[in-house]
């Protein structure tokens, strides 16, 4: 369902930032009163929101509601490029009042990156405010279009389980396949 507010007044109600954090880096515990659409252009970090524990890879994201307190780590041997896409208050009751994962497609990528460079050359006349009032609407669009997941990564501290997940959860092993990394554990790939 659209949204029918002025173009104009998207600029006002979504803000982006981007972020680089090397390995190790923690974003200590915070709310914010808007809400937060956080997802990585590179690299993986670790989000503690609401006593669970939420991966951020490159292709999903995780929508916070606003005033839920959360807490981050990069956990990524190289650098994480990341980006927060603040939402005021007024759209967030468009999106789940509880956190979510969502599915990240190239084009909201995409979309995203074009807006952050439009941001940096806001001074540029060439460079049109409408323009970056149009991409914020599509940008809005897309997340609220994302597929949406309460969690993509199961958690759980079955003695069996949480060893497997913690395995899966290895950002050093992300390029193996699930067979190999299901070896060790005596496990075939349609038991999990």
């Given at each position: 369902m659209?949204?029918n507010?002025?173009?104009?007044?998207?600029?006002?109600?979504?803000?982006?930032?981007?972020?680089?954090?090397?390995?190790?880096?923690?974003?200590t515990?915070?709310?914010?009163?808007?809400?937060?659409?956080?997802?990585?252009?590179?690299?993986l970090?670790?989000?503690?929101?609401d006593?669970?524990?939420?991966?951020?890879?490159?292709?999903?994201g995780?929508?916070?509601?606003?005033?839920?307190?959360?807490c981050?780590?990069?956990?990524?041997?190289?650098?994480?490029?990341?980006?927060?896409?603040?939402?005021?208050?007024?759209?967030?009751?468009?999106f789940?009042?509880?956190?979510?994962?969502?599915?990240?497609?190239?084009?909201?990528?995409?979309?995203?990156?074009e807006?952050?460079?439009?941001?940096k050359?806001?001074?540029?006349?060439?460079?049109?405010?409408?323009?970056?009032?149009?991409?914020?609407?599509?940008?809005?669009?897309?997340?609220?279009?994302?597929?949406?997941?309460?969690?993509?990564?199961?958690?759980?501290?079955?003695?069996?389980?949480?060893?497997?997940?913690?395995?899966l959860a290895?950002?050093?092993?992300?390029?193996y396949p699930?067979?190999?990394?299901?070896?060790?554990?005596?496990?075939?790939e349609?038991?999990?």
């Amino acid at each position: 369902m659209p949204l029918n507010l002025p173009s104009s007044d998207l600029n006002a109600l979504i803000e982006i930032e981007e972020f680089h954090y090397k390995k190790d880096d923690v974003i200590t515990p915070h709310s914010c009163l808007w809400g937060d659409f956080n997802f990585s252009l590179n690299g993986l970090l670790e989000f503690n929101i609401d006593a669970k524990t939420y991966l951020s890879p490159p292709s999903y994201g995780i929508w916070i509601p606003p005033q839920t307190e959360h807490c981050s780590i990069a956990i990524d041997q190289q650098l994480t490029h990341y980006i927060c896409i603040r939402i005021h208050p007024d759209l967030c009751p468009q999106f789940s009042a509880r956190c979510q994962t969502l599915t990240i497609q190239p084009f909201l990528r995409h979309t995203v990156q074009e807006i952050l460079t439009q941001q940096k050359n806001c001074q540029d006349p060439k460079y049109s405010a409408t323009y970056l009032q149009n991409l914020r609407q599509i940008l809005l669009d897309q997340l609220m279009a994302a597929p949406c997941h309460d969690q993509y990564l199961p958690q759980s501290h079955h003695p069996v389980l949480n060893p497997i997940l913690k395995q899966l959860a290895e950002p050093t092993l992300f390029h193996y396949p699930l067979q190999q990394l299901l070896t060790q554990f005596q496990l075939s790939e349609r038991h999990i």
